[in-house]
């Protein structure tokens, strides 16, 4: 064998074991989401049990992440569209100096609670892989639906999922 | 031609991840990496530029194509 | 008519398939228009003209990219006026990409096109990149094929040859601190068919002149080794970013079946002035030994022959600035994220065993390059 169909044997077999490897998904689908007790930005701190009865999305974005910040103005509007009729959007952010996520909460206009998470210890409990990560939470506590990054694909999907929530 | 030390890229790899303990850094944690000027070709036109100089000055090429790194956002 | 610039650089279009279009491992590009201008300028020769680079984020995790650039060549460099004439001449290049993201694979294929009177080549690239271990370690693998034709300008009877290229490229990115990067790379380039350039003579022993002859085959590797370090300031009080500094240093060894050796070393400087400017300043010092059948002047009977002075012994510095400025919050007509870059290098390249015919002394190069570009989100 020459060295470089070698080295094309080489490349393929990678691509080839890369491809079978790639799935590696974590499933939390349907169980209880994660309890969690947090500071918002504008002080008082909040509580995911507490809001039993609601359907949440709890997001989880940062000022360094560029897809989050196309993100967060579209939630902004889903939360004024649905906050009446029994929805809350909780924006956990992970920067380390927690200011930032009040200014850029401020420059945005957000009207959902921005909570502060700058130890990253709810992202652990939450197992994130990525930025951004948004959980769907419904009513009863049950974790239904994940949201890894946010693309043109997502919000068509998050409509139908919290009309469909809201329903329960 | 000179043997081919094929090896060492097998070499490279396995240090590498062992060196890197896998999983060092949390997606949280990535606001460092997240900064364009940590990325290694920050500014596709200028790197494809500086690429294409070298290309028609020189005789050697290749290896500059890896990505990697960045803030791990999707 | 001298073709150092146009072999190299439309045989070269595979090696730029990786970055044409080129995605960061960890995120599919957002929406985004990039349009800039390219010159360089030295040894009699000057190529410049502009670029553009638009991407596009579909449904579906998919992508799309496209671009174009043409280079206006005019050529009165060493080889061209001591066996030729100066000329003047345009090449375009067009290239169309696509990437999906399926969970942590991401996969890539693009198409470049390139052509001028003399020269048309098609590359064809295909990209995976895969993330593990919650995305700290990133494996890069690449192949693409290039089908060119060489020509000959005023000389139908040269008719089109054939030259191919394949490359093999793997690459592995790890994450080493919050502030620490290091990458290893590996490239092998396969060349066969026409190499050499149709125009070019070699000066024989005794007087007189022979055309160039390369092998029919040409095989070369690259091993590459970057690594990327950051430096936070105590105090952060401004929104973004976090970094304000850093520095970068690339290593590359090559080798070929030419005999060719070489040694590249890169160190790169970045560093945030207020939060709208960055800076840049970059050192790369380049080492080469020259092909087996290379010489400045060669005797008759040997068979393969090579005077492109490319191929001969010769060291060069680069030494670079660039500076970035990035309007926060600015928008305009709907786009947002602007900057705009301006960067400039000065190039020394010293030949060890090529001559200047004109002179009959050993030749040295002083060349300019200069980039301007302009970027926005859509």
């Known amino acids: ?168 | 031609m000179r043997r081919v030390p094929i090896g060492l890229l097998w070499v490279m790899l396995i240090v590498l991840v062992s060196a890197g303990g896998c999983a060092a850094v949390k997606p949280w944690e990535r606001e460092y990496l997240a900064d364009k000027i940590m990325q290694f070709d920050p500014d596709t036109l200028r790197a494809e530029w500086h690429l294409h100089v070298q290309d028609v000055l020189e005789g050697d090429r290749g290896g500059f194509n890896g990505s990697g790194g960045g803030c791990g956002c999707r | 008519m001298n073709r150092t610039a146009r072999v190299r650089v439309a045989g070269c279009i595979a090696l730029l398939a990786g970055v044409c279009g080129a995605v960061e491992a960890v995120e599919p590009p957002q929406d985004e228009t990039l349009v800039g201008y390219n010159l360089y300028s030295g040894g009699g020769l000057t190529v410049q003209g502009p670029a553009l680079i638009v991407k596009k984020e579909l449904l579906n995790r998919m992508s799309v990219t496209a671009g174009a650039r043409v280079d206006l060549v005019s050529s009165a460099s060493v080889d061209v006026v001591t066996q030729a004439s100066p000329y003047k001449e345009r090449r375009t290049e067009y290239n169309l990409g696509g990437t999906v993201l399926y969970d942590e694979v991401l996969t890539g294929v693009d198409y470049i096109q390139s052509r001028e009177s003399d020269y048309t080549s098609d590359t064809v690239s295909v990209r995976m990149t895969h993330d593990l271990f919650d995305r700290n370690t990133t494996v890069n693998l690449h192949v693409s094929h290039s089908w060119d034709k060489v020509g000959k300008n005023n000389d139908p009877s040269f008719g089109w040859k054939d030259f191919n290229r394949t490359i093999y490229a793997g690459g592995l990115t790890q994450s080493l601190t919050q502030r620490w990067l290091v990458q290893v790379n590996y490239e092998a380039t396969a060349d066969s068919g026409f190499i050499n350039n149709p125009y070019r003579s070699v000066y024989t022993i005794g007087g007189g002149t022979a055309p160039e002859h390369y092998p029919d085959a040409r095989t070369g590797q690259a091993w590459v080794l970057r690594t990327g370090y950051g430096f936070a300031p105590d105090s952060t009080d401004e929104l973004s970013p976090g970094q304000r500094s850093s520095i970068q240093f690339d290593y590359r060894y090559y080798q070929d079946t030419f005999d060719i050796q070489s040694h590249a070393a890169r160190v790169l400087f970045q560093h945030y002035v207020g939060t709208n400017w960055l800076f840049g300043t970059s050192y790369r010092y380049h080492r080469q030994s020259a092909a087996s059948f290379y010489g400045d002047r060669l005797p008759a009977t040997q068979l393969y022959k090579a005077r492109d002075k490319e191929l001969s012994q010769y060291s060069d510095h680069w030494i670079g600035a660039s500076l970035q400025y990035k309007p926060i919050g600015f928008t305009w007509a709907g786009l947002s994220n602007f900057y705009v870059e301006l960067s400039y290098d000065f190039l020394m390249y010293d030949y060890d065993n090529f001559t200047d015919p004109r002179t009959g002394e050993l030749y040295s190069l002083r060349a300019h390059v200069l980039h301007t570009s302009l970027g926005f989100n859509y």
């Open chain 1, 1 to 168: 064998m020459t060295m470089l169909s070698r080295t094309g044997f080489f490349t393929a077999s990678l691509i080839a074991l890369l491809t079978i490897t790639s799935f590696a998904g974590i499933d939390q689908e349907n169980k209880n989401a994660p309890d969690f007790t947090l500071k918002s930005s504008g002080g008082p701190n909040v509580k995911l049990s507490e809001l039993r009865g609601r359907v949440v999305l709890v997001n989880f974005w940062a000022t360094w992440c560029t897809p989050c910040k196309n993100e967060l103005p579209y939630f902004n509007t889903l939360y004024q569209r649905y906050r009446n009729v029994g929805l809350e959007i909780l924006g956990v952010n992970i920067d380390k100096v927690p200011s930032h996520a009040s200014q850029m909460g401020a420059a945005l206009g957000l009207s959902f609670p921005v909570l502060l998470d700058p130890s990253g210890k709810t992202s652990d409990l939450y197992r994130i892989r990525s930025m951004p990560t948004t959980f769907v939470v419904a009513k009863d506590g049950t974790l239904r639906h994940v949201h890894w990054g946010f693309g043109p694909d997502d919000p068509p999907r998050y409509e139908a999922e919290i009309h469909a929530l809201l329903k329960e």
